[in-house]
């Protein structure tokens, strides 16, 4: 089993709708965790860090689980902007672990 | 503008050859990071250094080595005996280790 795993994708969803995906994790022993987002063929940027409460930051917003072992990324209002893929990361002390991604495409 | 630097964009290599990524930061972070990226595959660590001239392998080293005598700079050789080269390389950095990281914006390497 992979530590960190993410449904590939693609979602297609249409401009203006609302989408949510879920990463779960392996290590009951990681202790913080991140969104970034990679567009293609460019580096991955960091999109938020998941806090334990949940945390928003504009139309997206960030859930952790601890006890399901999964986060969860939403996204309200969907842009044609927001087409890229999203990666999940989940940290051991030092040790960062990157899932593969979920690819999501807004149609218009 | 503070940021990472990774260059050369694109590089190719000969059979046998040794090639070196350069990776450069302005952001005053003490850690940084090399992955590589196959397609289909999440970012896997090469190498990771804490601080000036101290670094450790992560999960895939073999094959590959680095330095790191100045804080700036965390300079990748790919070696002969790394089988399968052919990735995206991404460099990154962090304030502290495992923080979230800033990525330069990779060296994609191929085989002549």
């Known amino acids: 089993r992979k530590e960190v795993e993410q449904d590939p994708g693609p979602f297609n969803v249409p401009e203006g709708a609302t989408v949510a995906f879920n990463c779960t994790y392996s290590?009951?022993?990681?202790?913080?965790f991140f969104w970034y987002r990679q567009d293609c063929r460019k580096e991955p940027k960091l999109l938020m860090s998941?806090?334990?409460s949940g945390n928003e930051d504009g139309r997206f917003t960030a859930q952790l689980n601890r006890a399901s072992q999964y986060i969860s990324l939403l996204i309200r209002d969907s842009k044609l902007s927001d087409s890229a893929t999203y990666l999940c990361v989940a940290r051991d002390n030092e040790k960062l672990t990157f899932g593969t991604g979920t690819r999501l495409t807004i149609i218009p | 503008d503070g940021g990472i630097t990774q260059s050369p964009k694109y590089l190719f290599r000969k059979e046998g050859q040794n090639v070196t990524l350069s990776c450069e930061q302005n952001?005053?972070?003490?850690?940084m990071y090399w992955y590589r990226q196959d397609p289909g595959q999440g970012l896997r660590l090469i190498y990771y250094s804490q601080i000036v001239n101290d670094f450790q392998k992560g999960d895939i080293a073999e094959g590959y080595s680095v330095s790191r005598e100045k804080k700036e700079s965390f300079p990748l050789t790919v070696t002969s005996a790394q089988k399968n080269p052919t990735a995206f390389y991404l460099c990154?950095?962090?304030?502290?280790?495992?923080?979230?990281?800033?990525f330069g914006d990779g060296t994609r390497l191929s085989i002549l």
């Open positions: 290590n009951s022993a990681s202790q913080s």
């Open positions: 952001l005053n972070h003490d850690a």
């Open positions: 998941v806090y334990s």
């Open positions: 990154a950095s962090s304030d502290r280790v495992a923080q979230p990281q800033h």
